[in-house]
Nanobody, 124 residues
Framework: VQLVESGGGSVQAGGSLRLSCVIS????????MGWFRQAPGKEREGVGN???????TYADSMKGRFTISRDNAKTTLYLEMNNLTPEDTATYYC????????????????????WGQGTQVTVS
């Protein structure tokens, strides 16, 4: 299974970006997909995830500005980011794992099996 992120770049504060993540193959082992980010000198943190039936959950600090979605084939994951601030500067990763009963339950990076290489987002 391969995950490839794209869409990162530099943006001014207040701007928006949409990240994409293409997964090489959809399977039960990847029907929970999530976004994570890691800023320099900080631990990787969860942004949010989406389960088998499209249910999304977000970290409290991400609610309202970030939106996760997925295409019908479940092979492309999106992260829409609005009203960006310099504190959002980080490398953003997509990840996947099996769901339980269709739900992700976890937003801890240690629970995710498959990872992309990351895409850099810089907000100035």
């Amino acid at each position: 299974v391969q995950l490839v992120e794209s869409g990162g770049g530099s943006v001014q504060a207040g701007g928006s970006l949409r990240l994409s993540c293409v997964i090489s193959s959809y399977a039960e082992s990847t029907n929970c997909m999530g976004w994570f980010r890691q800023a320099p000198g900080k631990e990787r943190e969860g942004v949010g995830n989406i389960g088998l039936h499209g249910l999304t959950t977000y970290a409290d600090s991400m609610k309202g500005r970030f939106t996760i979605s997925r295409d019908n084939a479940k092979t492309t994951l999106y992260l829409e980011m609005n009203n960006l601030t310099p504190e959002d500067t980080a490398t953003y990763y997509c990840a996947a794992k099996p769901s339980r009963g269709g739900y992700c339950y976890s937003l801890f990076s240690r629970d995710y099996t498959y990872w992309g290489q990351g895409t850099q987002v810089t907000v100035s």
